[in-house]
Every structure is written in C-alpha cells, then in structure tokens.
C-alpha cells in the first residue's frame, strides 16, 4: 500500500485543517487507518485511528473532542479533521495503515505506530499563536 499525505498548512490558533490520506495498492478494505504525528525534538506519538468502516475509533486524550477520523473506502481516502487547533498541534502528521486483525486486536496495537505496516510521507501542521 502507498499511501499520500495532504492538507497541511499554516494556521492560527483556534482555526481547522482537513488532513487527506490517499491509498494505492493493495486491497484498502483490509486495513485499518491511523495519523500520527511527530514534532521537533520528540518522539512520534499516535493522534486518531479508525477501522474500515470508522465504527471502531481511538483518539490520543490531548485531541478528543478536537478531532475526528474519517474515511471514504471507494475513494481509499482517509481524513483528519482537526478543529481548535492549538500551538502544541504543532508536528509533521502521518498516515499509516494496520492490518485489520491486528487493529481489532485492541487499544494497545492500534494505537502503537511498531504494529501498522505501511506509512505515508508525512504532511507539516504550523499553528501560530
């Protein structure tokens, strides 16, 4: 799977982006979707992931409510919509994909970056203050 990260920007605090994820490749239906991001000087850190059909969802604390995973299978697009954003917003973001049986394995697996099999090349979210 090869996989298109998009939609980055700069933006002021409190403002939104829709971070875009495109799939080529294998068969996108038999993997689950997640976004992660890493910012200057620390280490990668899981932010949204979601199942085929986004009914099985997990958010990092410091973005629920803010944030919101989608995903368009016949499109093989998965989307970050990201709302409120705030300085510490602030990282390169990445799309990866996990094999679905790994992701309904539970929280642990879906969310450690070590398990998911395919990565995009990252997209940079700025937030001013």
């Known amino acids: 799977v090869q996989l298109q990260a998009s939609g980055g920007g700069l933006v002021q605090a409190g403002g939104s982006l829709k971070l875009s994820c495109v799939a080529s490749?294998?068969?996108?239906?038999?993997?689950?979707t997640g976004w992660f991001r890493q910012a200057p000087g620390k280490e990668r850190e899981f932010v949204a992931a979601?199942?085929?059909?986004?009914?099985?969802?997990y958010y990092a604390d410091s973005v629920k409510g803010r944030f919101s995973i989608a995903r368009d299978n016949p499109a093989k697009t998965v989307y970050l919509q990201m709302n409120s954003l705030q300085p510490e917003d602030t990282a390169v973001y990445y799309c990866?994909?996990?094999?679905?049986?790994?992701?309904?394995?539970?929280?642990?697996?879906?969310?450690?970056?070590?398990?998911?099999?395919?990565w995009g090349q990252g997209t940079q979210v700025t937030v001013s203050s």
């Open positions: 979601g199942d085929w059909t986004v009914s099985s969802t």
């Open positions: 990866a994909v996990i094999e679905a049986a790994t992701y309904s394995s539970g929280r642990y697996y879906a969310t450690t970056g070590r398990y998911y099999d395919y």
């Open positions: 490749g294998r068969t996108f239906s038999n993997y689950a």
